[in-house]
């Protein structure tokens, strides 16, 4: 399996710490932007993260270790190159392109352009281990349109997508929805919504969102969750997001508590004179699989 070197690659690995046959982790690039409905430029974003990763150091003064000593290596993959596929046909093409690395039994990170992503990636989950896990989804827009501009695979209905798996829901950071989305949050059995103006309570949304997650967990970070002083160049900012501190205080307790079956970062869109975004993207990826610690997805 060919893999990106060090002048590409995640945190700019050595070989030893980067080969795809001896490394736990792996990350895949998905830049595959086709419905993006406001700012574009979102095909950009995976390579900026794996850019801006040279810079993340390997220590992490919250974990008191070096994450990759721990994980013991990251493979990172070239770009997926997708073609002139679109919609259904290029989820399929992702699912397809993603089942060999869970058959691998590697742990498997993808970076996404627009949120679409996530369905062809999940949809390889859903063969490999079933649906009998639920997405944690951190995002400032529920993507729970039955379709978008006619599309049924536009990024605005990843989720309503991603339910007819058959995996549960739940939400966290919402705070830009229409009326159909609301009503499917109130309703539909599998999702659990925590809107972003509920979180300053103090601890009980943190419970909710625990007591809604199966034993298994797929996590799916959206950028525009976090609130844009953390994370501003995004394709759709919305204020009010979560916090540093929030994000991460919730990250490190699913993965605590629960199995990570694998997760992703989709919808940072680069900006000509900030590296801001990418940066904590990248910073988000590494602290993430810290908290996970060495995946062990073997089953």
Not at 185 to 192: D, S
Not at 250 to 267: N, S, T
Not at 275 to 296: F, N, R
Request: charged share 20%; with cysteine.
């Amino acid at each position: 399996m060919q893999v990106l070197d060090i002048s590409e690659n995640f945190l700019a690995l050595p070989a030893e710490l980067s080969a795809f046959e001896t490394s736990p982790v792996v990350i895949q690039s998905i830049p595959y932007e086709h419905t993006s409905s406001y700012l574009q430029g979102s095909a950009k974003g995976p390579e900026a993260i794996l850019a801006a990763s040279h810079f993340v150091e390997f220590y992490d003064e919250e974990l008191g270790s070096e994450t990759i000593s721990e994980i013991g290596g990251i493979a990172t993959l070239p770009a997926m190159e997708i073609g002139n596929k679109t919609d259904a046909e290029a989820m399929e093409f992702i699912a397809a392109q993603t089942l060999p690395l869970l058959e691998a039994g590697k742990f498997v990170v993808t970076l996404g352009a627009e949120h679409t992503i996530t369905f062809g990636v999940l949809k390889a989950f859903v063969e490999r281990f079933g649906n009998k896990f639920s997405i944690l989804q951190i995002d400032a827009h529920s993507d729970l349109r039955e379709s978008y501009h006619d599309n049924r695979f536009s990024h605005a209905s990843v989720m309503a997508r991603c339910l007819e798996l058959g995996v549960s829901l739940t939400q966290v950071g919402i705070r830009a929805q229409c009326k159909e989305e609301a009503e499917v949050c109130k309703n539909h059995p599998q999702v659990t919504t925590i809107y972003a103006h509920e979180m300053d309570r103090k601890g009980e949304w943190l419970k909710r969102v625990m007591d809604s997650l199966h034993p298994h967990v797929y996590i799916t970070i959206d950028a525009d969750g976090f609130d844009p002083s953390v994370m501003p160049s995004v394709g759709t900012a919305e204020p009010g997001g979560l916090s540093w501190k929030q994000g991460t205080r919730l990250l490190q307790k699913v993965c605590a508590k629960r199995k990570i079956l694998g997760f992703d970062i989709v919808e940072l869109l680069p900006a000509p004179h900030s590296q801001l975004t990418e940066y904590t993207c990248a910073k988000l990826l590494y602290k993430v699989l810290g908290y996970i610690g060495k995946p062990q997805t073997k089953s």
